[in-house]
C-alpha cells in the first residue's frame, strides 16, 4: 500500500513561481523513478518531467528551462519548480511514481493538485 500526496498547487499570476511538492508514504522498498504529468481540459495527460536513478531527468519540450525537478530521496519526497508560469501551464498537476516492494514493481499515482495561471 502506498500514497502518494500532492501539494503546493494554487492561482499564481503570468511570470509568477510555483513549487510543487508529492510525499510518498507505506511500504515499499524503493522508488526507481519520480514523475510529474498534467492535464488541462480537453487535453491530453502528458509528462511534464521525471528523474530517476543517477538523478537523470527528462522535460517536456514546453517547460524546459523553465521547470525544474529534483527529489529527497531521504524523506521520499520529489519537487517541481515552477518558474516563468504561463496561462498555458494551468492543469492538475500528478505526481507519479515507479515503486519497487519486494519482487514487484508498481506504478503509483497522486489525485492531483490544480495550478492556475492567470492575471
Not at 13 to 32: E, H, K, T, V
Not at 52 to 63: E, P, Q
Amino acid at each position: 500500500q502506498v500514497q502518494l500526496v500532492e501539494s503546493g498547487g494554487g492561482l499564481v499570476q503570468p511570470g509568477g513561481s510555483l513549487r510543487l511538492s508529492c510525499a510518498a508514504s507505506g511500504s515499499f522498498f524503493s522508488i526507481n523513478v519520480m514523475g510529474w504529468y498534467r492535464q488541462a481540459p480537453g487535453k491530453e495527460r502528458e509528462l511534464v518531467a521525471r528523474i530517476i536513478s543517477g538523478d537523470s531527468t527528462n522535460y517536456a519540450d514546453s517547460v524546459k528551462g523553465r521547470f525544474t525537478i529534483s527529489r529527497d530521496n531521504a524523506k521520499n519526497t520529489w519537487y517541481l519548480q515552477m518558474n516563468s508560469l504561463k496561462p498555458g501551464d494551468t492543469a492538475v498537476y500528478y505526481c507519479n511514481a515507479l515503486v519497487h516492494s519486494g519482487s514487484v514493481t508498481r506504478v503509483y499515482w497522486g489525485k492531483g493538485t490544480l495550478v492556475t495561471v492567470s492575471s
